[in-house]
């Protein structure tokens, strides 16, 4: 081991190529190792009364200067003469903080409450259900993850999560949870990144204040990517065979062959399912509508938050067609609405519910299968464009490219165009594009109706 007088300008220039340790020729014990790596630690080493070398760290160049670390040595040193066991005082106080920084570490379930507080502000899927109920996303890695809740989130490893995953059995216990699982992953994956700093979370502010030593979910196999059925419904969309049968079936009072357990009277389900169709919306947008919402003066449908590809929810101002109007206006609630009631309630005046029975009584009576609501929105946006509407309008009647201002921010200038009667011949694409889709879906109604005439 080398021995020679430490000064500054030798250890911040000194590089080596394997570990190098260089013993201080003015203060005895104390010693540098030199990394290849850059690092540079002080250590102290010497023999004890017994005959016995010991040993311990006392900290990184840079983190603790050259005349500090000599201090320090000088100390140790003074210990060691009176008896005292260097290295196992160093031992444990070096436990004692591993076990300190240990406790501090939250559990999964733990940061999950914690993200979700934060991202409630910004994402719909992080965000309570307006009954109180958690946000979806906390739901679904709470039923998926279940087991490794009360785990310490850095003691969570890859294997853990992929065992999980590959045993996962729904609630229900009935087929595939591929799907569940998918979701559930994705929305742990974006948090682990937020936990550790990673991927979108690197920017300094984006990340949690303490980072985590978690690992990488996209490391893990999503389930989902070989699951056939998964990929068959995402690409459903109903043919005109298939609309010619269930469209009738889709209207107010809801018909009595549906055997449905509500009155027909009040049951608003299948016309809700219309009304999706007619406004390629979400299921989720509508059970949320409320009478506000309908700006009928202007035949606006305000959504006031809206699922977008990427980034927070947005707000939509969706133009509904003439028929979408119509459906609206027919409805029971229509001539004693209220601004805060909701436009499609249950018998009950809660959010319209029970989609799989109303779904499963279509399917049964239109003998037609394998679709469900979200497969209304992509069949809408299919016709349109076979119909010649342009993706861009496309995108934006799926809220896709919804904007993030509230029209008030542009109301000035809507004021002036309509003053001067710049806008009274101006008709919105989007309008256009969902009257094409009403009169497409009444032509092929029509068409079935005389056909079995």
Known sequence: MAKIELTDKFIKARKVKARNDVTDAKETGLLIRFYPSGQKTFAFRLRGPDGKIQSTNIG???NISLADARAAAAELRRRLKAGENITAAAQKTAAAEAAALHAEIPTLQAVVLEYEKIMSQKRKTWMPTENGRPSEARRRIER??????????????????????NTYVPRSGKGTANGQVSRGRSYLMTMFDWAAHRNKSNKVGLGRREKLDVVDVRQTYDPSIDDHSITG???????????????PLLVWPAPEVLGLKTHPKHDLRAVALR??????????????????????????????????ISGPPKLQNLPLSDAAIKLLRGLPNYNTRKSDDLVFPNAEGGGL??????????????????WHRHDLRRTAATIMKLLGVSPRVIDEILAHNASNKDESSSTALENYLATTHLLEHVVDPQKVALDTLAEALEHIEMASTKAVI
């Open 353 to 370: 519910d029970n989609w799989q029975r109303i779904t499963g009584a279509v399917h049964r009576v239109s003998d037609t299968s394998d």
């Open 275 to 308: 009304f999706l169709l007619l406004t390629a919306a979400r299921r989720s947008e509508l059970v949320n509508m409320k009478w506000a919402h309908f700006r009928e003066n202007s035949g606006i449908w305000h959504k006031p938050y809206v699922k977008t």
């Open 144 to 165: 998926v993850f279940q087991p490794h809740l009360s785990t310490q989130i850095t003691e969570i490893g890859l294997e853990d999560l992929a065992h999980t995953m």
């Open 60 to 62: 990184h160049y840079g």
């Open 233 to 247: 419904r995402r690409d459903r969309a109903l043919d005109h065979l298939e609309l010619a049968r269930i469209l």
